[in-house]
Structures are given as C-alpha cells and as structure tokens.
C-alpha cells in the first residue's frame, strides 16, 4: 500500500478533521489494512465505511476483525442488517452493521440499539453516511474509492478521516506503512 502522492504521505487536517489518502491494489491488500486499522481502535469507536458496489467495504472489515481477533467469519450482515463478533481475548467486540437497506437517519438506526452496542464494542457500519453520525462525534470515516464500470481493476483509493476529540491528534499516516 502506498500514498498515493508525496503531498499525501503525512496526514493532512482537514477541515472537518485528520485524514489521509493510501492506495490499495488488491483485495490482500485491504484486507491488510483493515488488521493495521484494527490497531488504531477501541471500544467506544465508530467506523463508517463508503464506497460503491464491490468497492472493498467488507473485505476491510474482514481485516479488521481479524486485527481485533473476534470470533465468526466476517462477511456482508446485508441480509441480516447487523452482525455481532465476540472478541475471542480480552479486546471489543465487532458489531458490523449493512445500512445499504435502511431508508435513513438514526430513527431506523435505533432499532440496532447501536448507542447501547457503542460503549463497549467497534461499530463498522457500511453506508452509514447520513444514517449514525448523529450517534457520536468522534468517528472514523473511510471512503473507498474504484474505478466505476471497470470490475477488473482492483486499485482502490481511500481517504480516511478521523472526526472528532478522539482522531483529532491521531497519525493515521501508519495505515499506508
């Protein structure tokens, strides 16, 4: 993984936040960059992921429970909406969330007793823009961008920015090591 241009391999401040741009070339590698983010969280994190179709969402957070060493399989909760992976040692547990079918706002999101889950465990939730932001002010935001139409590339671009007290001192640069 690598910035993707020199100006990009410190992370930047950006206005809403610290953020930092790394590009993936392959699945492997995203899935490595999910263990690295794993790292960087604790309890009480909230993790938004962006991106389209296809774009790597669930293959980072298959990374990231691996980082975190929770137990289950990692896949896609979009049929079940939310899926939650105990952690097997003394770390949070993974609640990973699919909001791609709820209309919006953190009216359906309350249904998922995500503000009760938060405190204690990490929340990664897929298309969760304009659906949980309202759940904390400190939070992760990952947009993973691709090449649309072109199901054969598997170059990725994405922007991480951190959000909040929690991030605002956090050197997100290590995700591109």
Partial sequence: ME???AAHNQAESAQDGVSAQITVTSPEQMQELGRRLAELLRAGDLVMLNGELGAGKTTLTRGLGEGLGVRGAV???TFVIARVHPSLGGGPPLVHVD???LGGGLDEMEDLDLDVSLSDSVIVVEWG???VEELTEDRLHLVIHRAVGDTTDEVRHVT???LGRRWAAAD???LAA
Avoid: F, H, N, Q
């Fill in 3 to 5: 910035a993707p241009a």
């Fill in 75 to 77: 896949t896609s909760p």
């Fill in 99 to 101: 909001a791609y079918r």
């Fill in 129 to 131: 823009e304009g659906k």
């Fill in 160 to 162: 991480v920015t951190g």
């Fill in 172 to 174: 997100l640069t290590v």
